[in-house]
Nanobody
Framework: QVQLVESGGGLVQPGGSLRLSCAAS????????MGWYRQAPGKQRELVAV???????NYADSVKGRFTISRDNAKNTVYLQMHSLKPEDTAVYYC??????????WGQGTQVTVSP
């Protein structure tokens, strides 16, 4: 059994910063890609950022230069540092990981609200 547990969401003013964390636990021997997706009300889930096991990263155009994804392989944890947050970043953020036999796992989601 594998679990992804997220933390770090909340309410922040425009221009502010937040850091999301996601720790994978359970029967894990290999974690491939890890990443973050988000889903705003009435919209489809979209990729925010992804990082490979080797550290290569890819970002949605809307967050380039503002968000940074990183991972600590020793802790099976992925992070998303978010700066210069905008109201349009408001969404539920979901952690994702491709683990063991290339199975996909998802966290429960954490709400990020950007509002004055």
């Amino acid at each position: 059994q594998v679990q992804l547990v997220e933390s770090g969401g909340g309410l922040v003013q425009p221009g502010g910063s937040l850091r999301l964390s996601c720790a994978a636990s359970g029967s894990i021997f290999t974690i491939y890609a890890m990443g973050w997706y988000r889903q705003a009300p009435g919209k489809q889930r979209e990729l925010v950022a992804v990082i490979s096991s080797g550290g290569s990263t890819n970002y949605a155009d809307s967050v380039k230069g503002r968000f940074t994804i990183s991972r600590d392989n020793a802790k099976n944890t992925v992070y998303l540092q978010m700066h210069s947050l905008k109201p349009e970043d408001t969404a539920v953020y979901y952690c994702y990981a491709n683990i063991n036999w290339h199975d996909d796992y998802w966290g429960q989601g954490t709400q990020v609200t950007v509002s004055p």
